[in-house]
């Protein structure tokens, strides 16, 4: 009996646990219906919001978007139907074909657990040329470019899901994520924060599995031949490895890399994995360092997301992913590597302008990236010669694991772990 009471106590307590860890983010439950050749689509399912979700991210109203050519057929908040909505063209350059409507959140829902449950359906018309998302017979991936589901990147930024896809007949169906095959249909989820939902539907696709002691890495493919394959996945599983270690993890995760059939619209990395499009063998080996350094910055955004993307605090999010990133390839690859690498982003960056209140929403892509991408990662080297190596790296464990999200907790921080003229160092080269 009193085993049996332990027992309980804790299967209870980990039941507990285990939602109290995704209770705080929203949630999605979908289920897709997707023809790859009529190219009709039914999407259903529920999003599921925490409970005071809309008090602490100040929402009297959520505008969600959904690829315009789809309509809503229901519309159900908290168990009631809602058919007086307005439905708007979508404003956001990353969903250029989008609509979108937008839900009230009234004093009483706002503290609660809010449940939006809804259906879509109608037809995958196409994208803008060069797009990451595509619709074809041959291959048909569909991602937030679309959007096929109702999403908002900017409200709900991360998220868990669970979809289930029903089978199509002569089509292989996959996706960023932990994939089960059902009898009737696939079941594509993730327990770990996720910010984009990406299925694929293909005629034929290779599948290869690699498991280190912490990290099982999926890679879906077609023309690449398995020598290479192999190679990617030893070069993931090793970034990863080293980043673990960094950031001291140990719980064991899933990654998943797609080689995307598209021939335009690049590649790109999301928190549960990444797309390549357009490589060849070749051209991995020929530019290994490139496409290290590529895999490297994309995995070091598991680690670095949770600033606000649209303000200049996105340096939190870039420019520590990108000097993870160079502070990967210096391991390695060695010193010189290195410094060639940091001898173009000195060219670049010179009479840029300050990361401190720098204009991200306004600026055009060639000056983010030399701000982000260039000048951020070389203040942050500073950084690291100032403190130390091993100084640096313990505070990025303590940045990440204390959740920092804005570049004043970030100096809070610096000045608690290495006084006040650090700190104040450390704003002035914000500001230059
Ligand atoms: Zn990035």
Redesign the pocket.
């Known amino acids: 009996m009193k085993y049996l009471i332990v027992f309980l106590t804790l299967l209870i307590s980990s039941i507990l646990q285990s939602k109290e860890r995704t209770a705080n983010i929203p949630h999605y439950d979908l289920n897709l219906n997707y023809d790859p050749i009529s190219r009709k689509i039914n999407v259903s399912g529920v999003l599921t919001l925490p409970a005071n979700y809309a008090i602490d991210n100040q929402l009297d109203i959520i505008s969600l978007y959904f690829y315009k050519q789809l309509v809503i057929d229901s519309l159900v908040i908290n168990g009631l139907f809602v058919d007086d909505y307005d439905t708007y063209s979508g404003d956001k350059y990353h969903m250029p074909h989008s609509s979108k409507f937008e839900i009230p959140i009234s004093k009483e829902i706002s503290s609660k657990i809010i449940r939006i449950e809804f259906s879509l359906s109608g037809a995958m018309g196409n994208l803008p040329p060069k797009s990451a998302n595509v619709v074809s017979e041959n291959w048909s991936e569909l991602g937030l470019y679309y959007p096929w589901f109702p999403v908002n990147t900017e409200v709900i930024k991360h998220f868990t899901f669970s979809l289930n896809v029903a089978k199509v007949l002569g089509y292989e169906i996959f996706g960023l994520g932990t994939i089960k095959q059902l009898r009737d249909r696939i079941q594509i989820s993730s327990s770990t924060p996720a910010n984009d939902i990406i299925v694929c539907y293909s005629k034929k696709i290779s599948h290869f599995m690699q498991k280190s002691n912490s990290t099982m890495l999926d890679i879906y493919y077609l023309t690449l031949n398995e020598t290479i394959v192999e190679k990617i996945a030893g070069d993931i599983l090793n970034i990863d490895k080293e980043y673990k270690r960094w950031f001291k993890i140990s719980d064991k995760t899933k990654l998943t890399l797609l080689e995307s059939l598209r021939q335009d619209g690049g590649g790109y990395?999301r928190l549960t994995g990444i797309v390549l499009s357009n490589l060849s063998g070749d051209d991995y080996q020929k530019f290994n360092n490139s496409y290290i350094k590529y895999f490297a910055?994309?995995l070091?955004?598991i680690y670095?997301y949770k600033a606000d993307s649209n303000s200049w605090e996105d340096w939190l999010?870039?420019s520590l992913?990108?000097y993870c990133a160079l502070m990967f390839i210096r391991e390695f690859f060695g010193e010189n590597v290195f410094s060639q690498i940091i001898q173009k982003k000195q060219v670049k960056s010179n009479n840029s302008p300050a990361i401190w209140n720098f204009d991200r929403a306004n600026s055009n892509p060639e000056i983010i990236e030399i701000v982000l991408?260039n000048k951020g990662p070389l203040i942050l080297m500073e950084l690291e010669s100032y403190i130390g190596h091993s100084n640096f790296k313990n505070f990025l464990e303590i940045v990440h694991s204390n959740n920092i999200k804005t570049t004043r907790d970030f100096i809070d921080e610096l000045k608690k772990m290495f006084g006040e003229e650090c700190a104040f160092w450390f704003i002035h080269n914000l500001n230059k």
């Open positions: 990395g910055h994309e070091a955004h670095w999010n870039e992913a990108e991408y």
